[in-house]
Each structure stands twice: as structure tokens, then as C-alpha cells.
């Protein structure tokens, strides 16, 4: 064996080699994973993996690595992987620009490499197909021989995956990763998560690699800083610093929603909640504390009536703030408390889709860490918005969550329509942590100067 074959079966022996060839530095989490996967292609296990990994803890870049060292491995040898991501723009054409970075920079691979028809990576005789898992992409004709990749798993659908995608393994059992940030308890990241869990516990070999931010800071402290921020600006339990730093699912289903109270305004009604800011924690927590005290309802009842009582309940209760629903035919109530109050006591609310999925984010947060509380045990119709609530997370990368009482509901007791106006009030109390909130100090008493005194002397 000439000294370059030496070198070269030196460096593919093992992954943190390889890669340190292409002036890359594998973190600890990264190199077992990888490695992992590429021991059950090599000896042909047929394996499904999991790798959960925080925001921006290197997963893409381990994936990457991931299918450049198999590429080498296998140049002479020959086999195709297949690479999928949710979309292809951007997702997969990011994950294919990280790929061409790597292949460039590594001496076993640069200059060695091949782009064919803008998605299709080959080394040798060894390929790598990018495609996207768009429910409507067509997919069907590709074959994974070696391995099949699907990353941010948690966005990919289930049936895109069962119906199109795992049939590209079925003629030799090849390797499957998934890859991803947990989500909620219905994404085929999880489904794949539990599968191997139980799958490593029969025969004790490792299949899940799921790290924590925590796990990253030991090898980032910079990483550690970063979530040290998020925690404090939004709460450990807020959904989405549980989930993508934390790698923990947020449930989405019914018994969820009865704990956290999510709404959507209703339609023929207005509803009120005052609630109590308590400050007491704002020092530890950065945050108040809500709590509701007192409800209301209208039906049928017209806007200068409901503007009359809001008045009357303004006199007694004093609130610092009004926040309206100003969607549509909120508008008008809106216009009336705000000649009465004006804008820096009235704070209009306009709907977007974007809006009510921060509400639902932001309520999940507070009720999991404690910091909104109802005065009340649910009654009926509370108890009715909360069973017929439901919600789903929207595939993509923003994570919006859709969510409330769908149109057209009613009871399957009664017939009677069912709304949810009492949770879109709760849901808006979230706003009120966009406000700057402090914690009263007593009052210090100090002594006066008297002028009198420094004017001693001076006569």
C-alpha cells in the first residue's frame, strides 16, 4: 500500500479523522452519532436512527459530514443515499450548499465531486439524491440502497413519509435516520423517537442520540449564554425554549388544552376577564404573575349597551389596561373606549394568524410555569369551549400554531353551538407581558439638607 492509500484508509477509518481533514472539529454528541449510523450502513443492519439536537447545535452541519464520509467510503464500492428535508426552498437547497462546502473542503473529496441535474451529488460511484418531502412532491422514483435521510422530521407528514419515502429502503433494508428538534406528540420524529427507543432496549444497542442545550454547552459555553438569554426573556417552561433547546414535546391534545384554557374569539358575543397583575415575582422571574377575578358575558347585546356597563365597570375596577379584540366588528367598541380612555390605557388588538399563534404559545407558557391562574372552577360552558377546543402545529419552519373551536361545532348533547370566548380572553392576557413590569420598593425616608445650617458661619 502507497503512502496516500495509507493515509487515505487512516482517515476514513474513523469519522472525527475525516473530518478534521476537511478542518472540521466533530463535538463529542456529534461524532458518536455519526458514527453510529455509518457503522449500521457499513455492516448492513438496517438500523433507524433518531439524532435530536437543540436550535443551531450542529445538527445540519453532522449531517452533512454524515453524507460526505459515506459518499467517500463507498466511491469504488458504489450505493445511492436519499437526503430529504420538508421543503426545497429553502431547506434543501440550504442542506445541499453545506454538502458542496464540505466536499470542497476535504482533500479525499475535493476536486473528486460531481453536481448532476442541480440535485444529485456523486463521488465515484457512490450518490446522494436531495429531494423535498412537500406532500406535494413527487418522489416516488428514487432508490436508498445505503442510506435514507429525513430531516426536521418533526415537519415531514407521516403519510408522505409511510406512503412515498420508506418504500425507497424496501429492496435491501437500508439504514434510516431521522433527524429533527422534538415538537409535539403527533410528528413522525416522535413516532420514530419511541420506535427506537424501544427497539435499543431489546437488544441494548444505541439507535436514539438526543441532546439537550445543556448537553452543547459543555462543549459551546457561548451556546449555554445564548439559551441563558432565551430562559430569561421568555420563561424555561415557554414552548418554544422547552422545545427547541430542551428537546421536550409540548402536548397539543384535548387534555392539554383543558389544563392551559386556549381560545379563539367568538363570533356573536362579547366577553370580558379582568385579571390581577401580581408583581411580587417580577424581580426572579422577569415576569407577573395573572390572575382572573371577575368575568362577563354578552349575547344579542348591542355595542352601546356593552360600552355602557364596560364603563361602569371601569369606575370600579380602575384597570391600568383595557385590551380589545379590534378585528372586524370589534372595531366600533374599540372606537368607543378609546374616545373615553385613550391609547395608552385602551390597547387594541388586531388578528393575524401569526398573532394568535404567539397567544397559544405565549398561554402555554404562562399556565406551565405557573404564572396564569383562573379564580374559578370551570362551569359548563367554560368546561364545553375546552372539550371541543383543538389545535394543530402548521407545517414549516414557523411553527404556527392553529388552534380554537372549529366553526360550526356544536354539542353532541344538546346541539347547541359551541364557542370560545372565554379562551381568546385568557389567550390575550399574554399580551400584557409585552408590558414593562416592576416590583414596588417601600418607601425610604431620608433626612432633608437644611439649608440653614451650611449658612452657619457665614453672618
Not at 415538537?183 to 437488544?203: I, S, V
Amino acid at each position: 500500500m502507497n503512502r496516500t492509500a495509507y493515509r487515505t484508509a487512516y482517515l476514513l477509518r474513523k469519522v472525527e479523522r475525516f473530518a478534521e481533514a476537511g478542518n472540521v472539529q466533530l463535538r463529542p454528541y456529534q461524532q458518536g452519532a455519526i458514527q453510529a449510523v455509518a457503522n449500521s450502513v457499513l455492516r448492513q443492519r438496517g438500523f433507524s436512527f433518531v439524532w435530536i439536537l437543540p436550535r443551531q447545535s450542529g445538527k445540519d452541519e453532522a449531517l452533512a459530514i454524515e453524507v460526505q464520509y459515506l459518499l467517500a467510503l463507498f466511491k469504488n464500492e458504489g450505493g445511492e443515499l436519499v437526503f430529504f428535508n420538508p421543503t426545497f426552498k429553502p431547506q434543501t437547497e440550504t442542506s445541499m450548499r453545506r454538502l458542496e462546502n464540505r466536499l470542497s473542503a476535504n482533500p479525499l473529496t475535493a476536486g473528486r465531486w460531481r453536481r448532476r441535474s442541480g440535485y444529485i451529488f456523486q463521488v465515484g460511484n457512490a450518490y446522494c439524491t436531495y429531494l423535498s418531502a412537500d406532500p406535494t412532491a413527487h418522489v416516488v422514483s428514487a432508490t436508498a440502497n445505503r442510506l435514507l435521510v429525513v430531516n426536521e422530521a418533526q415537519d415531514v407528514g407521516i403519510l408522505k413519509y409511510d406512503k412515498d419515502i420508506f418504500p425507497m429502503v424496501a429492496s435491501t433494508n437500508a439504514t434510516r435516520l431521522f433527524a429533527g428538534t422534538r415538537w409535539t406528540n403527533n410528528t413522525l420524529l416522535e413516532r420514530e423517537y419511541q420506535m427506537g427507543l424501544e427497539a435499543q432496549k431489546k437488544d441494548g444497542l444505541r439507535r436514539v442520540f438526543l441532546f439537550t442545550a445543556e448537553d452543547v454547552r459543555k462543549a459551546v459555553p457561548a451556546y449555554g449564554e445564548t439559551v441563558d438569554g432565551a430562559i430569561a426573556r421568555l420563561g424555561r417552561q415557554h414552548p418554544l425554549v422547552k422545545t427547541q433547546f430542551f428537546c421536550e414535546t409540548v402536548g397539543m391534545g384535548t387534555e392539554t388544552l383543558r389544563a392551559t384554557s386556549l381560545q379563539n374569539a367568538g363570533r356573536d358575543s362579547t366577553f370580558l376577564k379582568i385579571v390581577e397583575v401580581d408583581t411580587s415575582a417580577v424581580n426572579v422571574v422577569g415576569k407577573p404573575t395573572y390572575r382572573a377575578v371577575f368575568r362577563m358575558a354578552w349575547t344579542g347585546a348591542s355595542q352601546v349597551a356593552v360600552f355602557g356597563v364596560l364603563k361602569a365597570l371601569v369606575e370600579k375596577w380602575h384597570p391600568q389596561y383595557i385590551v380589545i379584540d379590534a378585528t372586524g366588528v370589534g372595531e366600533g367598541l374599540w372606537s368607543m373606549l378609546d374616545n373615553a380612555y385613550g391609547e395608552k390605557k385602551v390597547l387594541p388588538v388586531k388578528f393575524t394568524a401569526q398573532l394568535k399563534s404567539a397567544l397559544g404559545y405565549g398561554l402555554l407558557g404562562m399556565m406551565d410555569s405557573g404564572r396564569y391562574q383562573e379564580y374559578h372552577p370551570f362551569d359548563e360552558t367554560f368546561q364545553r369551549q375546552l372539550d371541543y377546543c383543538r389545535s394543530e402545529i402548521l407545517p414549516g419552519p414557523g411553527k404556527l400554531m392553529r388552534w380554537g373551536v372549529p366553526d360550526g361545532t356544536r354539542d353532541r348533547a344538546s346541539g347547541e353551538p359551541v364557542h370560545d370566548d372565554d379562551l381568546i380572553t385568557s389567550a390575550m392576557c399574554t399580551l400584557l407581558d409585552r408590558m414593562e413590569w416592576y416590583t414596588p420598593l417601600p418607601a425610604v425616608w431620608t433626612k432633608p439638607r437644611d439649608p440653614l445650617e451650611e449658612m452657619d458661619g457665614h453672618f
